[in-house]
């Protein structure tokens, strides 16, 4: 069962680029981290400056796997940072996917 993973944030479009500096430089400490977790298919960064909103989709082999972000440290100590520049987080879910096309 594959599951896709969606966290998305929302931030007042006045402030994207002060999001996306956020993004980029989350990445320095996840990537490493990320890469070593076992059952991580893919996984993307995304930020959408019209609309004023941020997303980490991850693709997953198996609901457990997927839950492993729960706890990561890494992840955990990042959301107050984000949550002090303005960005307000909606629930994370993580959906079992059903059908997909890939290219």
């Known amino acids: 069962m594959t599951v ?4 998305k944030g929302s931030f007042d479009v006045g402030d994207v680029e002060r999001a996306e500096l956020l993004l980029r430089d989350s990445e320095d400490g996840l990537r490493d981290v990320l890469v070593e977790l076992p059952g991580l298919i ?4 995304g930020v959408d400056a ?8 991850s693709v997953w082999d198996t609901l457990e796997h997927a839950h492993q972000m729960d706890t990561l ?8 940072i984000f949550e002090a520049a303005g960005v307000g987080f909606e629930a994370i879910t993580n959906h079992q996917v059903i059908w997909a096309i890939t290219a």
Not at 50 to 57: P, Q
Request: glycine share 4%.
């Open 50 to 57: 019209e609309k004023g909103y941020l997303t980490n989709v």
């Open 42 to 45: 893919h996984y993307y960064v």
């Open 73 to 80: 440290q890494e992840m955990l100590a990042l959301r107050p």
């Open 4 to 7: 896709v993973r969606i966290s």
